[in-house]
């Protein structure tokens, strides 16, 4: 009888929990709460927690096919995969990632941009956070934790505020350290409203956050049609390794400013991205396994993405007063802080600062051109650390 209850112990799971596993227990519970009770980036969280429960559960045969910390795909003894390796070469393919832009440029009004050109800068001024983080990381050896350059890349680009752009250069400069810097990339984007907010009142006063811009003029069809094309262009021939993000976010905003192809538009923006989001959640939780997970280089990118996202909103409030000295007509240095690429949050952090201040003015429009300018910011960064690194 003992040894029939022995035999029927070891044919389940509970001889292989391990610490590990019970501290990424916690981890995901931290994650769902942050997702279901706060409504932090759910449609992200959850999925990517449900991933990292099942990556640190003893399953049997589920994930196997997929040595993540060995830089390599392997297959089982068949020749085959389990069910997870298949989800995971949307990923490891990259074609999670620009499915997303395809649905994100569908959902993008690139009008306030268009509008108000200068914005460009201050999309392009938060990347200062980027770059700045990538610095950091490569002399994090000296506090013990060190990191590639190629490392250092993947992780800086979590200060672009940009979830599938930081997994699209993970998967190709470091794909071991891909769910740390996954969570990192979205719980952070998940916290701009609280990680904001401090650092724009600290950088302005009173009186610049009640400035009031200009009423953005009215973008023509054609113009935002023309834009399409032509930025999709530039940003292709300038940095090639970008090609499959910026061409499907400007195809994706063609879909939806052509009026033509509405169909496209709708499932671009709905089912298509919906459907993508749920793979490539789930695919970057199934890489958080806890023997991986837990390590000082964990820590290490935890401690960098909130110094990104402090620098890159840094970046875009100084690049607003900047231009306040040389410009006629005044920027409102709250709109500088939306140059990271978390679309449309950043944004409404933006005008509910600026209300705060004056409850008359209105900044969420003319927050949206550094908003949208940093999305392309990003993958352009992301695309030269691809060419230098890979």
């Given at each position: 009888m003992l040894e029939l209850l022995h035999?029927?112990?070891?044919?389940?799971?509970?001889?292989?929990?391990?610490?590990?596993?019970?501290?990424?227990?916690?981890?995901?519970?931290?994650?769902?709460?942050?997702?279901?009770?706060?409504?932090?980036?759910?449609?992200?969280?959850?999925?990517?927690?449900?991933?990292?429960?099942?990556?640190?559960?003893?399953?049997?045969?589920?994930?196997?096919?997929?040595?993540?910390?060995?830089?390599?795909?392997?297959?089982?003894?068949?020749g085959t995969g389990g069910l997870f390796y298949y989800f995971y070469q949307g990923i490891h393919l990259e074609l999670f990632p620009p499915i997303i832009f395809l649905g994100v440029g569908a959902l993008t009004d690139f009008g306030p941009l268009i509008a108000n050109p200068k914005t460009f800068l201050l999309g392009a001024a938060a990347q200062f956070g980027v770059f700045g983080v990538f610095i950091a990381a490569a002399y994090m050896k000296y506090v013990g934790i060190e990191f590639s350059l190629a490392e250092a890349s993947a992780i800086s680009i979590i200060g672009g505020a940009d979830g599938p752009t930081s997994i699209f250069l993970a998967n190709n400069l470091a794909p071991h350290l891909m769910g740390a810097i996954a969570v990192s990339a979205y719980s952070y984007m998940a916290l701009v409203p609280v990680l904001q907010p401090p650092i724009m009142r600290a950088l302005t006063n009173v009186e610049e956050r009640k400035i009031r811009m200009q009423s953005l003029r009215q973008v023509s069809k054609l113009e935002k049609l023309i834009f399409a094309v032509v930025i999709m262009m530039v940003c292709i021939i300038l940095v090639p390794a970008a090609s499959p993000l910026m061409f499907m976010l400007f195809l994706g905003n063609f879909f939806k400013?052509?009026?033509?192809v509405d169909r496209l538009s709708k499932?671009?923006?709905?089912e298509i991205i919906n459907i993508v989001t749920v793979f490539l959640g789930v695919?970057?939780?199934?890489?958080?396994?806890?023997?991986?997970?837990?390590?000082?280089?964990?820590?290490?990118?935890?401690?960098?993405?909130?110094?990104?996202?402090?620098?890159?909103?840094?970046?875009?409030?100084?690049?607003?007063?900047?231009?306040?000295?040389?410009?006629?007509?005044?920027?409102?240095?709250?709109?500088?802080?939306?140059?990271?690429?978390?679309?449309?949050?950043?944004?409404?952090?933006?005008?509910?600062?600026?209300?705060?201040?004056d409850p008359g003015n209105f900044l969420l429009m003319h927050a949206?051109?550094?908003?949208?300018?940093?999305?392309?910011?990003?993958?352009?960064?992301?695309?030269?650390?691809?060419?230098?690194f890979a």
């Amino acid at each position: 009888m003992l040894e029939l209850l022995h035999h029927l112990y070891d044919n389940t799971g509970f001889g292989h929990i391990g610490w590990q596993m019970l501290v990424m227990w916690l981890v995901v519970a931290v994650l769902l709460y942050l997702a279901v009770h706060k409504k932090f980036e759910p449609l992200l969280l959850v999925p990517i927690a449900f991933g990292a429960l099942l990556a640190n559960l003893p399953t049997a045969g589920i994930v196997e096919g997929m040595e993540f910390a060995g830089h390599q795909n392997a297959y089982k003894e068949d020749g085959t995969g389990g069910l997870f390796y298949y989800f995971y070469q949307g990923i490891h393919l990259e074609l999670f990632p620009p499915i997303i832009f395809l649905g994100v440029g569908a959902l993008t009004d690139f009008g306030p941009l268009i509008a108000n050109p200068k914005t460009f800068l201050l999309g392009a001024a938060a990347q200062f956070g980027v770059f700045g983080v990538f610095i950091a990381a490569a002399y994090m050896k000296y506090v013990g934790i060190e990191f590639s350059l190629a490392e250092a890349s993947a992780i800086s680009i979590i200060g672009g505020a940009d979830g599938p752009t930081s997994i699209f250069l993970a998967n190709n400069l470091a794909p071991h350290l891909m769910g740390a810097i996954a969570v990192s990339a979205y719980s952070y984007m998940a916290l701009v409203p609280v990680l904001q907010p401090p650092i724009m009142r600290a950088l302005t006063n009173v009186e610049e956050r009640k400035i009031r811009m200009q009423s953005l003029r009215q973008v023509s069809k054609l113009e935002k049609l023309i834009f399409a094309v032509v930025i999709m262009m530039v940003c292709i021939i300038l940095v090639p390794a970008a090609s499959p993000l910026m061409f499907m976010l400007f195809l994706g905003n063609f879909f939806k400013e052509c009026g033509v192809v509405d169909r496209l538009s709708k499932s671009a923006q709905n089912e298509i991205i919906n459907i993508v989001t749920v793979f490539l959640g789930v695919s970057v939780g199934i890489t958080m396994n806890g023997q991986y997970f837990l390590t000082p280089q964990t820590l290490g990118i935890l401690t960098l993405g909130v110094l990104a996202f402090a620098l890159a909103t840094a970046s875009g409030v100084w690049m607003a007063k900047l231009l306040n000295l040389v410009s006629k007509n005044k920027v409102n240095p709250l709109i500088g802080s939306a140059g990271v690429s978390a679309v449309p949050m950043a944004a409404r952090v933006s005008q509910v600062e600026g209300q705060k201040a004056d409850p008359g003015n209105f900044l969420l429009m003319h927050a949206m051109g550094p908003n949208v300018a940093g999305v392309i910011g990003t993958a352009l960064v992301a695309g030269f650390f691809l060419t230098v690194f890979a």
